[in-house]
């Protein structure tokens, strides 16, 4: 069995199981425990198990993983998704930027444009764009979550929904089979809702383990983009949604 199967094999097996040991998935492989370890790594870093003492449990589907932990995984995958879209943002343009790490590095890959007008209920988005003389960034009031700096609530929704932008940036936690966009917070969900619906075009922004995580809150649907950003082709199921709603598809 070649890696590939194998780990998708292991994902299987957790999901069935809710936990498995290396001692339980070496004798089931029939390999070393440094491969399973290895398989583990790479799973646990793509988001599709949780590591944990002595084994491997399945990704909650309650609870968010920490943001300090979010800003550093996929990295380098975020990076090259944020440099294909802002490729898609022309200067002068206005856009609204939500909650999620894969936003803020998009928020950099944007200081090399002129004259955007970007509203967000981000403050780190906000921190790192303010510096730009010849950007315009409007903030959203509400209540700032101390964790990741999201702003959320009715007031959001209020601000929101008194502007019409020609691009709404957006982030997810997970992207399930049937093309449902899912979140982890109920109040983060109904300020990007108001954001789908007062942005001409709606890009979102996703790197390749969201397609393998589910959590609870549904907060729209693949057939409301306009354009997904990711770095590997999605799975078959996603990838013929994304055809048969006309939403296209860039590859980083």
Known sequence: MNQQFRQDAIVELVRQQGYM?????????AVTPQTIRRDLNTLAN????RRVHGGV???????????????TLHLEEKERIARCLAQQIPDHASLFINIGTSNEVIAQALLGHQGLEIITNNLNVAAI???????NVI??????RSRDGGIIGEATIDFINQFKVDYGIIGISGIDEDGSLLEFDYQEVRVAQAIIANSRRVYLAADYSKFHRNPVVRQGNLS???ALFTDRRPPDAIHQLLLQHDVALHVA
């Open 57 to 71: 449990g399945i990704e909650s589907s309650t609870v968010n993983t920490a943001y300090s932990t979010r800003k």
């Open 21 to 29: 040991s290396i001692e339980q998935l070496t004798e089931h492989f």
């Open 139 to 144: 903030i959203a009031g509400g209540q700032v």
């Open 46 to 49: 793509d988001g599709r198990v």
């Open 224 to 226: 409301q983009l306009d």
């Open 129 to 135: 764009l303010q510096h730009k003389e010849d950007f």
